[in-house]
């Protein structure tokens, strides 16, 4: 004989249901749950606002987007969850099955969207809403669930549910960085969580509540757990694939290398002939083949014009800047500092790109160095004849910090007497405030400033601002310097010359960017669109 309720499908649950262990071994297990659907909770979240960092680069929009889209959709599912409360077992189990289903293949969908229909924005907040709508639903479930099983006044099952939801979040948080992502990938990793979320808030209340669950009910939530667990375990046998054919759709040329490092994404492409090979870092180019040397000559001679024996260079971890620094054989000392390890590893080992460099990473005049810019300044003691600002483009927190005036003033402290220092800025005609407040910042740590500008065809129009302390420093090719294949003196007088409509104009801002005041990014926001 069955032990199964004999109701309609459509049945309310009883008030006291019969479970299958005493109920305070059911009121752990639904605490367990609470703990382990809260830790899933945040990594979802967390994930959404990781791969808009990661695509757009943009963490502080993203990060407030996904948090204000999901908290405000939790409140409107703790709200609707009201009219699921006559059944809180089936319908927990229902709300964590889409929750595991959705929040499993979030990062997958997002990246389709952003890869294939240029609809990431729509799709982030879509998501985001859904996934917090889920969320919010949980708690006034669980608290039916709770109160059924074991009597309990109303504040005292707030401050257990909200004490193991707190508890899970912290762990959910903490695996995310440390375990999650270097272990198994932004894709793989969510869709392990998924899995362990069906399981949890599933298959843990079809068994514990299932003499409380008609036999329709029972088949419907094993279905849809296994339905749930075969789709989330196929999107993780095929993510890999997946999220190659997403990655080739953004990129014009064919993939060669592809690696996500501690720091960023790492891309290299390679034309059909073989005549352009391109690096991309977190989806910004850093150079190609056919006109790297256009840029890196413009950046690194003209601060060479004065003494040059000892050079700092900060960022270029492509070693391309280098090697044009290594062509003066009166230089006597570099120092490389670049974030990430596995770039300088790439530009050693990748035959096309050591060949670009010419091998400058290994020489023995070079000390590489393998750490943040702006902290490797701040510990640093020595001066240097040149310092070689070769750095990302200001489009977050995290590299806004070294287009800052403590950052300036910093690298200020590094210049021997005499010094030059030299900045990329960006481009003055796609982004020309950000690039005039570059040179603002510059001057607002104590330096004096010369802007110029040249063409890189797979860049367009670049600047640089090179600076010095006392007076304003003279644009020119050094008295001796080696052979270049697109800079002289003619193109660097030339170079000064800006369009009228990109010259500084009153009506551009004069504030410049700081620590606490990253106007830069501002500056940086809505360049480059239309083009």
Same mark, same amino acid.
């Given at each position: ?29 639904? @605490? ?167 399981? @949890? ?102 601060? @060479? ?51 670009? !460099? ?11 160095? !393998?750490?943040?810019?702006? !902290?490797?300044?701040?510990? !640093? ?151």
């Amino acid at each position: 004989m069955s032990d199964v309720v004999a109701a309609p499908t459509g049945a309310d649950e009883p008030a006291k249901p019969r479970l299958p262990v005493r109920p305070r071994v059911a009121r752990f297990l639904v @605490m367990l749950g609470v703990f382990i659907c809260a830790a899933c909770g945040l990594v979802y979240e967390l994930s959404l606002v990781a791969l808009g960092s990661y695509l757009l680069g943009d963490t502080i929009t993203q990060a407030s987007v996904v948090l204000s889209v999901m908290v405000f959709a939790m409140g409107i599912g703790s709200l609707a969850s009201k009219r699921l409360t006559h059944r809180p077992a089936f319908y927990f189990a229902v709300i964590e099955g889409l929750l595991s289903l959705i929040g499993g293949l979030a990062v997958l969908l997002l990246y389709a969207a952003f890869a294939w229909f240029s609809l990431y924005q729509p799709a982030l907040i879509g998501i985001a809403f859904v996934l917090g709508a889920l969320i919010g639903a949980e708690i006034p479930l669980l608290m039916t669930l709770i109160q059924r099983i074991r009597k309990q006044d109303a504040a005292s099952a707030v401050a257990d549910l909200f004490a193991a939801d707190y508890v899970g979040a912290l762990i959910g948080g903490l695996a995310f960085p440390f375990l999650l992502l270097p272990v198994f990938g932004l894709p793989r990793g969510l869709l392990l969580v998924g899995a362990v979320n069906a399981v @949890m808030g599933v298959a843990v209340v079809l068994w514990l509540f299932r003499r409380s669950l008609t036999r329709a009910s029972q088949a419907l939530l094993a279905g849809g757990l296994a339905l749930v667990l075969l789709v989330l375990g196929s999107a993780f046998a095929f993510s890999e694939q997946f999220e190659l054919s997403a990655r080739q759709a953004l990129y014009r040329d064919p993939i060669v290398l592809s690696e996500r490092s501690e720091y960023q994404e790492i891309v290299v492409t390679r034309a059909f002939d073989g005549t352009d090979l391109r690096l991309f870092l977190n989806g910004d180019l850093q150079f190609s083949s056919l006109d790297e040397y256009r840029y890196h000559e413009s950046l690194v001679h003209p601060a @060479m014009a004065e003494a040059h024996a000892s050079v700092l260079i900060l960022g270029g971890g492509d070693g391309l800047g280098l090697r044009e620094v290594l062509r003066y054989p009166d230089v006597e000392r570099v120092v490389l500092v670049d974030l990430d390890p596995a770039v300088v590893r790439l530009a050693r080992t990748e035959p096309v790109i050591s060949r670009l !460099n010419e091998g400058s990473l290994d020489d023995d005049r070079v000390d590489v160095v !393998n750490a943040d810019a702006f !902290n490797w300044l701040r510990d !640093n003691d020595e001066r240097f004849d040149v310092v070689i600002a070769d750095l990302p483009d200001p489009d977050d927190v995290g590299t806004a910090k070294l287009y800052s005036v403590e950052f300036y003033t910093l690298a200020e402290r590094a210049m021997a007497e005499n010094a030059r220092m030299v900045v990329q800025s960006g481009s003055p005609y796609f982004a020309a405030q950000a690039y005039w407040s570059v040179g603002r910042t510059i001057q607002g740590a104590g330096l004096h400033t010369t802007p110029y500008n040249v063409d890189v065809p797979s860049f367009g129009n670049w600047g640089f601002h090179l600076a010095a302390a006392g007076t304003a420093p003279d644009v020119r090719m050094p008295s001796e310097h080696p052979e270049t294949r697109f800079l002289d003196e003619e193109t660097l007088a030339a170079a000064q010359s800006f369009p009228k409509d990109r010259r500084p104009s009153d009506t551009d801002p004069e504030l410049a960017s700081t620590l606490l005041h990253p106007r830069i990014i501002d500056y940086h926001r809505g360049a480059w669109q239309g083009y």
